[in-house]
């Protein structure tokens, strides 16, 4: 028998609304091994594939009872309260020695996506843990596990930061070791969701083209749009982005949408679907003012895609939002970036001189442009 705390862990049951957090059981272990069956759980998860029964048991008779016998840590099976079927697993890895901080860990199985489990399971052991005395508790998940993140947020954990090369890849084409961002509350948090930095956007249409959120798969477009001929023209840099940078810019894209200024969508073609182009969304400073970037790939220039997408987003953002101004700006030769904004209903507001830097070293003027929210 093992404590934390003056708590005995051994036979410790926890209680939220729908869910019952208890000691796993060997009789676990067929409905661990049928869930880990999907493949979808694999894609954060460094767990073997694939998943056999002798994973399964080892796993309820072995690692997930340990840490409970040895006071480490507080592992739970999750299962609802009103059917007692297992949902999921939680973990509260607890300090060791004087240190007064904790991680907590999380899986739910792929057919109870998207039912709030993770949340109130993470919401259960965080209280139990603070109410023992813990002064911190984190949670980290892969950089693209965008749904991990939204259940760290909903839980009441403040993004900290990306802890580079911290986390053992999936065991789905794993290859080695990812970032990890990094969620926290301390015992003086107060006991509610972290706003996401952006509202959630459904894909727009407009018939055309399709505006929706840019994500992990989107790495090509994004390497395309910035390395082809006439992109370069307009560049700010020399050096074209390399692959593995469209590829952390993509991966990273729904994270920094949910913690950072930073939103990246996608222009597509709406008829094939296919990417188009970028629009990159940013707060500048100067609350709810939104600045915007973007550019078409080479063979759907011509078509108003632009224009398009700015009309789309502009809608979007005086509508659901609280943002009250759009702004962006060009090189004052890049009559074809100009067109676009003015054909949107921008107003073009003045030139900056040798304000935005070429490729050559040398220095361009920019024009800027802006739209505010209609009246009433």
Same mark, same amino acid.
């Given at each position: 028998?093992?404590?934390?705390?003056?708590?005995?862990?051994?036979?410790?049951?926890?209680?939220?609304?729908?869910?019952?957090?208890?000691?796993?059981?060997?009789?676990?272990?067929?409905?661990?091994?049928?869930?880990?069956?999907?493949?979808?759980?694999?894609?954060?998860?460094?767990?073997?594939?694939?998943?056999?029964?002798?994973?399964?048991?080892?796993?309820?008779?072995?690692?997930?009872?340990?840490?409970?016998?040895?006071?480490?840590?507080?592992?739970?099976?999750?299962?609802?309260?009103?059917?007692?079927?297992?949902?999921?697993?939680?973990?509260?890895?607890?300090?060791?020695?004087?240190?007064?901080?904790?991680?907590?860990? #999380?899986? *739910?199985?792929?057919?109870?996506?998207?039912?709030?489990?993770?949340?109130?399971?993470?919401?259960?052991?965080?209280?139990?843990?603070?109410?023992?005395?813990?002064?911190? *508790?984190?949670?980290?998940?892969?950089?693209?596990?965008?749904?991990?993140?939204?259940?760290?947020?909903?839980?009441?954990?403040?993004?900290?930061?990306?802890?580079?090369?911290?986390?053992?890849?999936?065991?789905?084409?794993?290859?080695?070791?990812?970032?990890?961002?990094?969620?926290?509350?301390?015992?003086?948090?107060?006991?509610?969701?972290?706003?996401?930095?952006?509202?959630?956007?459904?894909?727009?249409?407009?018939?055309?083209?399709?505006?929706?959120?840019?994500?992990?798969?989107?790495?090509?477009?994004?390497?395309?749009?910035?390395?082809?001929?006439?992109?370069?023209?307009?560049?700010? #840099?020399?050096?074209?982005?390399?692959?593995?940078?469209?590829?952390?810019?993509?991966?990273?894209?729904?994270?920094?949408?949910?913690?950072?200024?930073?939103?990246?969508?996608?222009?597509?073609?709406?008829?094939?679907?296919?990417?188009?182009?970028?629009?990159?969304?940013?707060?500048?400073?100067?609350?709810?003012?939104?600045?915007?970037?973007?550019?078409?790939?080479?063979?759907?220039?011509?078509?108003?895609?632009?224009?398009?997408?700015?009309?789309?987003?502009?809608?979007?953002?005086?509508?659901?939002?609280?943002?009250?101004?759009?702004?962006?700006?060009?090189?004052?030769?890049?009559?074809?970036?100009?067109?676009?904004?003015?054909?949107?209903?921008?107003?073009?507001?003045?030139?900056?001189?040798?304000?935005?830097?070429?490729?050559?070293?040398?220095?361009?003027?920019? *024009?800027?442009?802006?739209?505010?929210?209609?009246?009433?």
């Amino acid at each position: 028998m093992a404590g934390w705390s003056g708590v005995e862990l051994d036979g410790l049951v926890l209680h939220s609304g729908r869910l019952t957090l208890r000691p796993w059981q060997p009789e676990d272990a067929a409905a661990v091994r049928a869930v880990m069956a999907d493949e979808r759980m694999h894609q954060h998860l460094a767990l073997p594939w694939p998943y056999t029964d002798s994973d399964a048991h080892a796993f309820v008779t072995g690692h997930a009872r340990a840490g409970r016998a040895a006071g480490s840590r507080l592992d739970c099976a999750i299962a609802e309260n009103a059917s007692g079927r297992l949902v999921g697993s939680a973990t509260l890895q607890l300090p060791v020695g004087a240190d007064s901080s904790a991680e907590i860990g #999380y899986w *739910i199985a792929a057919a109870d996506w998207g039912r709030g489990y993770a949340t109130e399971a993470t919401r259960t052991l965080t209280r139990f843990g603070l109410a023992n005395g813990l002064a911190r *508790i984190q949670i980290r998940c892969e950089v693209p596990n965008a749904a991990s993140a939204v259940v760290a947020l909903r839980a009441g954990f403040a993004f900290e930061g990306v802890s580079r090369a911290s986390l053992r890849s999936g065991g789905l084409g794993g290859d080695g070791l990812r970032d990890g961002a990094v969620f926290a509350r301390t015992a003086g948090d107060p006991d509610k969701p972290v706003e996401p930095s952006w509202p959630k956007l459904e894909p727009l249409s407009d018939g055309v083209i399709t505006l929706r959120p840019g994500g992990p798969d989107d790495w090509p477009v994004l390497l395309a749009e910035a390395n082809n001929e006439a992109a370069r023209q307009w560049a700010l #840099y020399d050096k074209p982005m390399p692959e593995a940078g469209a590829r952390a810019m993509a991966a990273r894209a729904p994270l920094d949408r949910l913690v950072s200024s930073q939103n990246l969508l996608l222009i597509c073609e709406a008829a094939s679907g296919a990417g188009a182009g970028v629009l990159g969304l940013r707060r500048p400073g100067p609350p709810n003012v939104v600045a915007l970037g973007y550019g078409v790939l080479p063979e759907f220039r011509g078509r108003g895609f632009t224009a398009r997408a700015l009309r789309l987003l502009a809608d979007w953002a005086f509508s659901t939002t609280p943002t009250v101004r759009l702004e962006l700006g060009c090189k004052a030769a890049n009559v074809a970036s100009a067109r676009a904004a003015l054909s949107a209903g921008f107003t073009e507001e003045g030139r900056m001189g040798c304000r935005l830097p070429n490729p050559d070293g040398s220095h361009s003027d920019e *024009i800027g442009f802006g739209l505010v929210r209609p009246a009433g």
